[in-house]
């Protein structure tokens, strides 16, 4: 399955009314990718792949907008801060998901799920899986494909003024582009992921400690990476990874690629433990995967053992 860029497809909401069984699976919910809407048909084919696999589970598709349409603007349009809170309504209004979820995020999608979990997580997730997520931004805008007007007006925008207050209350992208070369800018403008990373200087903005213990009780959390990814900038990104401006070398690294990346465990947000990562890590729920292939190229091979695995454990 080739999903389109920088996202992944699946379904409206699947309602599904439980068997009266002693167990049924653990619930799912998923978070499209910039360019995908909740109900495209890449996303409904997804859930019913992974009906196929946990058969009875409940599935709900996250959308900001119900009209497919305005769901898909609404990735490179709005406020994140204001679409997460949104969707912490949404997830709360669901009686399916009262007792806990599991989650997937494609792309963008996996760092506002994560945002959920560290700002909300009621109900609360078990296992979350991200895949191509941003954790530690972009450096880069994604380039579009030749038809997509939507996608090309929207990087056009946020290339030319990223970190200007507009830019930042209502290009999605923006939100989580964190220049290396500029971080004084990134960190003075940016109320994203600035926020969720608790990377602001603590006289600034004291670090929540609530990110740190949400993010700390999830059971696991699958960082999935592309291996050819060309479209997020850098793909380290997904491994909590980011680059680092030219010749600034982090004490304890000392093998350098070509783009200078700084690994999960030499961030300062790993290694002062900010956001619970570390707590996570320590307990065995941080996982590394890999998928072979460009941004959100899916493919079954890939994602079908994290989806057993990590997905649909029977429960109570
Ligand atoms: C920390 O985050 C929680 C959850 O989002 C929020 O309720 C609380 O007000 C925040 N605390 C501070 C000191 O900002």
């Known amino acids: 399955m080739k999903l389109p860029l920088f996202a992944v497809p699946l379904l409206s909401a699947l309602y599904y009314t439980p068997e009266t069984t002693q167990s049924s699976p653990r619930p799912l919910v998923l ?112 380039i579009c494909s030749a038809w997509d007007l939507l996608c090309q007006v929207a990087r056009r925008a946020t290339k030319s003024a990223v970190y200007s207050t507009w830019a930042q209350e209502n290009l999605v992208q923006a939100q989580y582009f964190r220049d290396p070369n500029n971080l004084p800018a990134y960190l003075s403008a940016n109320h994203f992921l600035t926020v969720i990373n608790n990377e602001l200087p603590p006289d600034v903005q004291p670090r929540n400690q609530t990110y740190a213990h949400n993010l700390a009780s999830l059971n696991s959390l699958v960082l999935v990476m592309f291996l050819q990814d060309k479209t997020v900038v850098p793909k380290e990104s997904s491994w909590f990874a980011s680059e680092a401006p030219p010749d600034d070398m982090l004490p304890g690294q000392d093998v350098l690629s070509d783009k200078n990346i700084i690994p999960m465990k030499l961030q300062p947000l790993y290694r002062e433990d ?15 995967a890999t998928c072979d292939g460009e941004h959100m190229q899916v493919d079954r091979a890939c994602w079908e053992p994290l989806v057993k695995e990590f997905v649909g454990e029977l429960i109570d």
């Open 31 to 142: 978070w499209h990718g910039l360019g995908d809407s909740y109900s495209s048909p890449g996303m409904t084919q997804f859930a019913s792949l992974i009906e196929d696999i946990h058969p009875g589970i409940f599935i709900h598709s996250i959308y900001i907008d119900e009209v497919q349409d305005n769901d898909r603007k609404a990735g490179f349009y709005g406020n994140v801060n204001a679409q997460i809170e949104l969707v912490s309504d949404q997830l709360r209004g669901i009686p399916e998901l009262a007792g806990g979820f599991d989650a997937i995020g494609f792309s963008q999608g996996g760092q506002f799920l994560r945002a959920y979990v560290e700002q909300y997580n009621d109900p609360p997730v078990n296992n979350l899986i991200t895949f191509g997520a941003q954790h530690m931004g972009i450096s880069d805008i994604p």
């Open 274 to 288: 900010w956001i619970g990562l570390r707590a996570l890590d320590e307990q065995g729920g941080v996982v590394f």
